[in-house]
């Protein structure tokens, strides 16, 4: 079986299972790199949660090589279903329980980073229109009609 340093590298969307031992060791890579995912995506969930995005968003390269290396496990997964279905590793189970849990991890951290994105979003169209209200002053043409000057818009990065 595949130790945790060597997870997602061994497995090679191409790789071909031609034996019950090499299936075994696919699933166990799968579950090592689930192993590595689970606990980012958690963090970073419960970081958001807190209000605290910007520490969430130093988890980003280490959750993306994990994201990475999870998909590439299942994508050798996918293209070796049959000898997998043949062979039933006996950590099979165990994984198909764990992905439906992480499943719902990932749905409920989806919705946690959705949410703070549009909050973020909202916070700053206010701050624009705020600064944009306090930033042009009010002036007099004719027949006595007040307008605004013309002042220069404010730009703002939406990057979070």
Sequence with gaps: ???????????DTR???TRAEDAEMLV?????ALDRLEPLIEEE???FKAGKARDALT????KNNAA??????????KHNAIAIGRF?????EALRGRHEAFSAKMALNMAVVATARTVSEGLLRDLADAVGKNGSPKTYI???VTRKAGTAPLAISKAM
């Design 1 to 11: 079986m595949a130790s945790k340093g060597q997870t997602a590298e061994r497995a």
């Design 15 to 17: 790789l071909k299972i």
């Design 28 to 32: 166990g890579s799968a579950l090592d």
């Design 45 to 47: 969930t419960r970081l």
């Design 59 to 62: 988890l980003a390269v280490e």
């Design 68 to 77: 990475q290396g999870y998909t590439r496990c299942l994508e050798a997964l």
């Design 88 to 92: 039933q590793p006996p950590n099979l």
């Design 142 to 144: 004719r027949g006595g």
